[in-house]
T-cell receptor
């Protein structure tokens, strides 16, 4: 158990809908990272928050947004869902801002299926 | 941009050694990580290199050459449970941890 909690574990929804994925980082970690992993694809970095502020942005679609709350949990919002958004969405957390050797600990992921 | 290359798949025999290579071209360099990921599960941290040389951790070792943009992960005394994907990830400028596509290792009896 990495200490990073993601809910829900599985989500099935229809095209055009909107969903919210939730992540609670390890106790004491200030950074939260979101990744998307499609079938047979590598982990694609979406976005990072550090202590409530956006720190880095990857290939995140405009239909997707995220935030980190004062209690440091984070939510990833996916809207106008398309079939191609079906993927595993991982959240990771680390202590620092990410520029040092701090390893990132990954949650178990949310498997999103868009039908 | 960032470019990280590793082989797609490797097969090895139980008890043998396998070396997974990773080459990278990134804007800035703040360290290279190796993660193990079993199918459908979360990646788990294996090793971190920021200086040139070899880091050994039990059956797993990782090597880095910054001048060549090259790393490898060495798995010794392979066990069936080592069948997994191995992800090379580079922390470049801007705090982003960028992953390669992963190398699927299949360990056969």
């Amino acid at each position: 158990d990495s200490g990073v909690t993601q809910t829900p574990k599985h989500l099935i929804t229809a095209t055009g809908q909107r969903v919210t994925l939730r992540c609670s980082p390890r106790s004491g970690d200030l950074s939260v990272y979101w990744y998307q992993q499609s079938l047979d694809q590598g982990l694609q970095f979406l976005i990072q928050y550090y202590n409530g502020e956006e720190r880095a942005k990857g290939n995140i679609l405009e239909r997707f947004s995220a935030q980190q709350f004062p209690d440091l949990h984070s939510e990833l919002n996916l809207s106008s869902l398309e079939l191609g958004d079906s993927a595993l969405y991982f959240c990771a957390s680390s202590v620092g801002q990410g520029v040092d050797n701090t390893e990132a600990f990954f949650g178990q992921g949310t498997r999103l299926t868009v039908v | 941009g960032q470019n990280i290359d590793q082989p797609t798949e490797m097969t090895a025999t139980e008890g043998a050694i396998v070396q997974i290579n990773c080459t990278y071209q990134t804007s800035g360099f703040n360290g290279l990580f190796w993660y193990q990921q079993h199918a459908g599960e979360a990646p788990t941290f294996l090793s971190y290199n920021v200086l040139d040389g070899l880091e050994e951790k039990g059956r797993f070792s990782s090597f880095l050459s910054r001048s060549k943009g090259y790393s490898y992960l060495l798995l010794k005394e392979l066990q069936m449970k080592d069948s997994a994907s191995y992800l090379c990830a580079v922390k470049a400028a801007g705090n982003k941890l960028t992953f390669g596509g992963g190398t699927r290792v299949l360990v056969k009896p």
